[in-house]
């Protein structure tokens, strides 16, 4: 799952894109709230961490012109304020849940999983297609009841394509929603992967992820 986290503290921002790298999450990152409103009117993300107060563009503005445009993405706003009537005015703008600074890292890893579980896209804690499960919290991968042993990369390329079974997802799509701004678009990263991760799929004659040429990849059955 990919997340962008719009935080001008330097000192906040690089121990949490550790953090939740470790944690299995891809991150994206801006340091002002104009390049935060940008990447995620652009880009598509699982969720938004949004410091309150920033440069240009005030967490609490993005959120507003978000919500005015339709986005529903969800937000965990970070803040400073801890007074009952600031919580409610974010709650009420569509903020879907907030931190109060300074915060411990495994209680924000909380809130995000709590949020992340939200979607109706999702039963549980669990994405399935036929005999494949995936577990996000525990990530645990299974076949046939067989755990199969993933690197947290595959891990996030799999749950992309479980959340969208039976359609073709393009090179680009998967770069953009699997790998940070960081990747190399032109490297074959993506082609690596997906050969690793069929060798750890799949069984004798029972293929599960597609090669469409000149289009991408999809996840389906096997007629």
């Known amino acids: 799952m ?16 550790l953090g939740l790298k470790t944690a299995g999450y891809i991150t994206d990152a801006a340091r002002d709230g104009e390049r935060g409103r ?16 920033l440069p240009k563009l005030s967490g609490r503005d993005i959120t507003k012109q978000l919500r005015q445009n339709g986005n529903s993405i969800p937000i965990l706003m970070l803040t400073v304020h801890s007074e009952l009537s ?23 890893l909380a809130r995000v999983r709590t949020i992340l579980r939200r979607p109706p896209n999702r039963i ?12 996000t919290d525990r990530f645990v991968v299974t076949r046939k009841n067989r755990p199969i042993r993933l690197s947290p990369k595959e891990f996030s390329l799999l ?30 990263t993506i ?33």
């Open 86 to 108: 600031d919580k409610i005015d974010l709650l009420t703008l569509g903020v879907d849940d907030y931190l109060t600074k300074p915060f411990a890292f495994s209680e924000l």
């Open 124 to 135: 549980g804690q669990i994405l399935q297609f036929g005999d494949l499960r995936l577990d």
């Open 159 to 188: 749950e992309y394509f479980l959340k969208n079974p039976s359609r073709i997802l393009s090179r680009q799509e998967i770069m953009e929603h699997v790998w940070d701004e960081n990747a190399d678009p032109f490297s074959h």
């Open 2 to 17: 990919k997340i962008l986290i719009v935080e001008d503290d330097q000192e906040i921002l690089r121990p949490l894109r």
């Open 38 to 53: 940008f990447l995620a009117e652009t880009s598509s993300y699982d969720l938004i961490i949004l410091d309150y107060n």
């Open 191 to 223: 082609e690596v992967h997906m050969m690793n991760l069929r060798k750890k799929l799949e069984n004798p004659g029972r293929q599960l992820i597609f090669t469409i040429s000149n289009r991408g990849y999809k996840l389906d059955r096997q007629d």
